[in-house]
């Protein structure tokens, strides 16, 4: 049987939590080659991933979000500018996995997450140095990983300096339970099914590329 926290927190305490948001607020131009990746795929698929128009919202110098996550969401993102979420409706839909990703990691991968740089929360310029010092998506700050993510699908000519990020998707198992949502009352105690291997997903991108070449 399931134990309670010591001190849980009021369903009034995690909704208001859910009303603070990881808001995506910028764009990559999207190439026309722009793909999620199979890793993204099969995380997407076993978190069951769900989308909701949302209101709009102010992310971080004020900049309206086009899309966000609530704090410990675990399935829903939100879109909240519909106009430019078209713009690049890929990368977008990537940025914010990452985050759902990471509220279904298990509790101590992610407390080991590194906080982010309130002042350029989106700066990737030193991810080679994260990777040396053995940081993984899983830990590396989570606006940082969103937004590897981000670029690894909008710009496929960073995908091979980008790639061993992608692949930490792969390795970090997630909870052994379905996370809960904010809103939910009580603790989720339902067990997480396990998930196809990342090779169904490799198989499934492989011949819908092989579908859109033959196409007249």
């Known amino acids: 049987m399931a134990t309670q926290p010591a001190n849980p927190k009021t369903l009034k305490q995690l909704r208001e939590e859910a009303k603070q948001r990881q808001p995506a607020t910028s764009q990559i131009r999207e190439s026309s080659q722009a793909a999620l990746p199979p890793a993204l795929e099969r995380i997407k698929n076993a978190i069951g991933v769900r989308f909701a128009l949302g209101e709009k919202l102010a992310g971080p110098g004020g900049t309206e979000a086009i899309a966000s996550v609530a704090e410990h969401e675990p399935h829903t993102i ?6 430019r979420f078209k713009q690049g409706p890929l990368q977008t839909e990537g940025h914010e996995i990452v985050h759902l990703w990471r509220a279904n990691l298990p509790g101590p991968i992610q407390a080991a997450g590194l906080p982010d740089n309130p002042a350029h929360p989106y700066d990737i310029s030193n991810i080679d140095q994260l990777r040396a010092q053995g940081h993984t998506l899983a830990t590396a700050p989570e606006e ?9 699908i909008a710009r496929p000519e960073s995908r091979k300096r980008l790639q061993v990020w992608i692949d930490d998707m792969n390795k970090a198992p997630l909870s052994v339970m379905n996370a809960t949502s904010p809103t939910q009352k009580g603790i989720n105690v339902t067990a997480r099914p396990p998930a196809p291997p990342v090779e169904a997903w490799t198989t499934l991108l492989g011949l819908r590329q092989e579908a859109a070449r033959e196409k007249p």
């Open 78 to 83: 939100e879109i909240n500018d519909p106009a």
């Open 144 to 152: 940082v990983a969103a937004t590897i993510v981000q670029e690894y």
